[in-house]
């Protein structure tokens, strides 16, 4: 319990060095960047506790927002799917598999995974780029940063995952 | 009793997720408050070391390069000066005066050298946040500029950072300029997107300029003085109630590659704004006539 706790914390400061410092200078075509503390919430393994997966999912986000002066933005995206995580992975977990099972390429299958996490780096990307939207952006600017930064994330997700064991 | 507990144990993740989405809007729509936007934007003692670290390594590639352009620049520069020197020299027949004047022009602002250690330049409303802070003397309202040109306004301070709206944010940058050589004003804008254009609004339709001309700070705001370098002029355009100009501006400063700025602290403004504030007493205050 203790070890997942810091083997997941150790990710934790992973993903967001690796946000902060590379990621976030990172902007293709105009539209396209770079939101892969998704990540950590895609990891989240069946029937772990919701609150927690809520709190871990807050701090991601609001860490992420303090080193990037976008305050709250990133926070309330990720927060919310920390919420639909648990109800995604059960959706996907095949039925007779046991209870703390972890949701990887290698348990779920790819197809299965890649649908997982396209759902949630689609909705994290939707809901954060709304926020932002808020000031004085057009609509196509919106939708492109929305795609183009869906399937950015998502590639290299899936380069990340299929190296991971 | 029990079943109220009972519902609240059940639906605990519901009510935490309420919770933290409150949290993060109050966050999104109070940054704006002074005191508690300090503690979260970057100006926070961690992020702005992890950034100054990040900055030093990164920096370090580049120092080649701002070397030789340092040196081109200096020589390019000396050579200006000595040749005007000698002009003066000859039509005033007075060598020294021109020197004095210099220092006194230098005596009057203080410059705080500064590096960049966070920058953006994607979003509508872009942040720079610099390692100097309110010990090193930087305030609020304070003018930053570069090697090459004006980069933006002091909008918030801590100890040791601070953070400077640069030209390139659509809803707060607004510095006043005019067209060198010309004197006609009219003040800086940005409009998002190409982050080397920015617009020069309302120059009035009696003014003679041409494009290729040089658009300077006016010196008509107590926050930069008058000659620091914006752009060059690219394109005319009508405003949009065709009742003055607005001039598309190439930015002579590259915010892309910005590591070296100073902070531009003018010791004689609080001096006129103590002067003005004096009149305005004395004349609310003088017994009706």
Same mark, same amino acid.
């Given at each position: 319990m203790l070890i997942d706790t810091l083997t997941r914390l150790l990710t934790f400061i992973a993903l967001l060095l690796a946000q902060v410092l590379v990621f976030n200078h990172i902007h293709l075509f105009g539209c396209a960047t770079i939101? %892969? @503390?998704?990540?950590?919430?895609?990891?989240? !393994?069946? #029937?772990?506790?919701?609150?927690?997966?809520?709190?871990?999912? +807050?701090?991601?986000?609001?860490?992420?927002?303090?080193? =990037? #002066?976008?305050?709250?933005?990133?926070?309330?995206?990720? /927060?919310?799917?920390? +919420?639909?995580? !648990? @109800? %995604?992975?059960?959706?996907?977990?095949?039925?007779?598999?046991?209870?703390?099972?972890?949701?990887?390429?290698? $348990?779920?299958?790819? $197809?299965? +995974?890649?649908?997982?996490? /396209?759902?949630?780096v689609f909705v994290n990307c939707l809901l954060f780029f709304s926020i932002e939207a808020f000031t004085l952006f057009h609509w196509q600017q919106w939708l492109l940063n929305i795609g183009g930064s869906t399937l950015l994330t998502l590639t290299l997700l899936m380069a990340i995952e299929k190296v991971r064991k | 009793m029990k079943n109220l507990l009972a519902f609240i144990a059940r639906y605990f993740h519901w009510l935490l997720l309420l919770m933290l989405e409150i949290i993060s809007g109050v966050l999104l729509f109070q940054y704006n408050s002074y005191q508690s936007s300090v503690w979260f934007s970057t100006a926070s003692a961690a992020a702005g070391k992890v950034y100054e670290w990040d900055a030093n390594v990164r920096s370090f590639f580049s120092l080649k390069r701002a070397n030789e352009e340092l040196t081109l620049r200096n020589f390019y520069m000396e050579r200006q000066l000595a040749q005007l020197r000698r002009l003066y020299g000859d039509l005033t027949q007075d060598t020294t005066s021109l020197v004095r004047q210099e220092l006194e022009l230098l005596n009057r602002f203080k410059l705080v050298p500064a590096k960049v250690v966070s920058n953006t330049l994607d979003k509508a409303d872009n942040f720079i946040t610099i390692d100097k802070g309110s010990d090193d003397g930087v305030e609020? &309202?304070?003018?930053?500029?570069?090697? #090459?040109?004006?980069?933006?306004?002091?909008?918030? $301070?801590?100890? *040791?950072?601070?953070?400077?709206? !640069?030209?390139?944010?659509?809803?707060?940058?607004?510095?006043?300029?005019?067209?060198?050589?010309?004197?006609? +004003?009219?003040?800086?804008?940005?409009y998002g997107g190409d982050p080397t254009v920015a617009y020069v609004e309302d120059v009035p339709r009696h003014a003679r300029f041409k494009k290729g001309d040089w658009v300077e700070t006016s010196g008509y705001s107590s926050i930069f003085p008058q000659g620091v370098l914006v752009g060059?002029?690219?394109?005319?355009? #009508? =405003?949009? &109630?065709?009742?003055?100009?607005?001039?598309?501006?190439?930015?002579? $400063? &590259?915010?892309?590659?910005?590591?070296?700025? @100073?902070?531009?602290?003018? *010791?004689?403004?609080?001096?006129q704004l103590q002067l003005l504030k004096a009149v305005q007493d004395s004349i609310t205050m003088a017994p009706k006539q």
């Open positions: 939101l %892969l @503390y998704v990540y950590l919430v895609v990891m989240f !393994p069946r #029937n772990y506790p919701r609150w927690a997966i809520l709190l871990w999912s +807050f701090a991601m986000g609001l860490s992420v927002d303090v080193f =990037s #002066n976008t305050p709250g933005m990133a926070a309330a995206s990720l /927060t919310l799917v920390g +919420f639909i995580q !648990p @109800y %995604l992975l059960e959706l996907f977990i095949p039925r007779e598999a046991p209870e703390n099972m972890r949701s990887a390429m290698a $348990t779920l299958g790819v $197809t299965k +995974f890649l649908l997982l996490a /396209t759902i949630l | 609020k &309202d304070m003018g930053v500029a570069c090697g #090459n040109g004006v980069v933006g306004v002091v909008y918030l $301070t801590s100890s *040791h950072y601070a953070v400077v709206i !640069p030209v390139l944010n659509v809803t707060s940058s607004r510095i006043s300029c005019a067209i060198r050589g010309r004197g006609y +004003f009219g003040y800086l804008q940005w060059k002029i690219e394109k005319i355009f #009508n =405003s949009a &109630d065709g009742l003055s100009y607005r001039l598309k501006v190439r930015l002579s $400063t &590259d915010f892309g590659c910005l590591r070296d700025v @100073y902070v531009i602290s003018d *010791h004689s403004v609080s001096e």
